[in-house]
């Protein structure tokens, strides 16, 4: 079923705030809180809604640098797609894992504490992978979140 105007009202709000609740968005859009529920619910069986996520200020964790691979993969014949992605995605300092088309073959997000650390994860774990080749770094100087389709 494709989303009704109330529907992409709800996604934007919870986009904004995953917390709000049924009573909360049934009021926002004039719904009772069983009628919020329940469209909510279906958003959520229909998959529209795949989860809930919370957003960790990397900084104060301790992670104070982000950088963005693009990975080339050398040997694409001898190592699979499947032996990469389940080796990158073992790397606790690898955030996101993006499979695409263009120079590179992975997209990679990389936090670490400083340089430093980026180095040695970069030399260590993320060189030694099956069958990497050529990789690019692009570190994040700044981020700011921009609206999606529904903001």
Do not use: C
């Not at 958003?43 to 529209?48: A, C, K, M, T, V």
């Not at 990397?58 to 040997?75: H, I, S, Y």
């Not at 300092?93 to 504490?113: F, M, P, T």
């Amino acid at each position: 079923m494709i989303p009704d105007k109330t529907d992409m009202q709800f996604l934007a709000a919870l986009a904004q705030d995953a917390t709000l609740s049924a009573g909360a968005l049934g009021r926002r859009f004039g719904l009772s809180q069983p009628a919020a529920w329940r469209r909510v619910k279906r958003l959520h069986d229909e998959g529209i809604i795949t989860g809930r996520r919370i957003d960790l200020d990397r900084e104060a964790l301790g992670f104070g640098v982000a950088v963005f691979l693009g990975v080339k993969l050398a040997t694409k014949g001898r190592v699979s797609l499947e032996d990469f992605e389940r080796a990158v995605t073992a790397i606790p300092e690898v955030q996101s894992v993006h499979h695409v088309l263009g120079l590179y073959d992975y997209r990679l997000r990389v936090v670490a504490r400083d340089l430093s650390d980026f180095e040695r994860v970069l030399r260590r774990r993320i060189m030694t992978l099956p069958g990497v080749g050529d990789v690019e770094a692009n570190v994040l100087l700044s981020e700011e979140r921009r609206p999606g389709p529904l903001g």
